[in-house]
């Protein structure tokens, strides 16, 4: 009975090791992504995500790398490496949907940029903020998914705010780690640093957005008040006659 034990054991663990095995081989097919950064700024109410990726390609010169749902793919441009083409493949694993770059470098550290447009994605939608804030505010909140059989190894994600608006705050990150906030080109950014992001794991970021009145428009008001009370206290004598009837 003992001997039965034994043996059952060595056989789950000789087939808990070979699956593990299997599975880290299949990993190593799609490549490694060493760092993923989504950059998401608007064009109107469009959004462009600018995916800047850091990888490994594998034996065939391939790299896999998360795909936006509803995003079409304008340009990719290699920064460091060459790109074996200019067209991003799709690659389907059971229910997931993910692209791949093919490179001439096989096994190589390579760098990369994928340019994608989502229509309607800086729609946004209003911010529910109670009465203590701008009643002008809004929300935009983005969602994406590794949905690559890869686990990146470190994943940020940073939202612009237009640039009619001011930047209100930052929500729906894990308070784990501080979000961040940066100028670049232009804009203001609210960003998160996810880390490690498992195949499967989706990571979601919004901000919340508003529009400041402007000096001029205040400026304005005050001056109306000024004249209008400097108008009623020269105006007082008439102001206290009696109405003949």
Not at 63 to 89: Q, Y
Not at 158 to 167: D, S, Y
Not at 182 to 204: C, I, L, M, N, R
Request: glycine share 6%; with cysteine; aromatic share 10%.
């Amino acid at each position: 009975m003992k001997a039965m034990k034994k043996i059952s054991y060595i056989l789950c663990l000789s087939l808990f090791v070979t699956l593990a095995a299997a599975q880290a081989a299949y990993a190593g097919d799609d490549g490694k992504v060493s760092s993923l950064e989504d950059r998401i700024t608007p064009e109107g109410k469009d959004a462009v995500i600018t995916q800047i990726i850091n990888a490994k390609t594998n034996a065939s010169g391939e790299v896999s790398f998360p795909m936006w749902k509803k995003t079409e793919v304008e340009s990719v441009t290699a920064t460091s490496g060459t790109l074996a083409s200019d067209h991003i493949e799709e690659r389907t694993d059971g229910d997931q949907v993910y692209h791949l770059a093919v490179f001439n470098e096989k096994e190589a550290e390579v760098s990369f940029q994928v340019v994608l447009r989502g229509e309607g994605f800086y729609e946004g939608e209003e911010a529910d903020l109670g009465d203590t804030y701008p009643g002008n505010a809004m929300t935009f909140s983005f969602k994406t998914k590794n949905n690559t059989p890869l686990t990146i190894d470190s994943y940020i994600m940073k939202i612009a705010v237009p640039k009619e608006k001011e930047l209100l705050s930052i929500v729906d990150y894990s308070d784990k780690k501080p979000y961040t906030i940066t100028s670049e080109d232009g804009y203001t950014f609210g960003g998160y640093d996810f880390g490690e992001v498992a195949p499967g794991k989706e990571s979601k970021l919004a901000i919340n957005v508003f529009v400041r009145k402007s000096s001029s428009a205040i400026f304005l008001w005050v001056i109306i008040a000024v004249l209008s009370a400097g108008y009623m206290y020269r105006n007082l004598d008439l102001l206290k006659k009696p109405v003949k009837k």
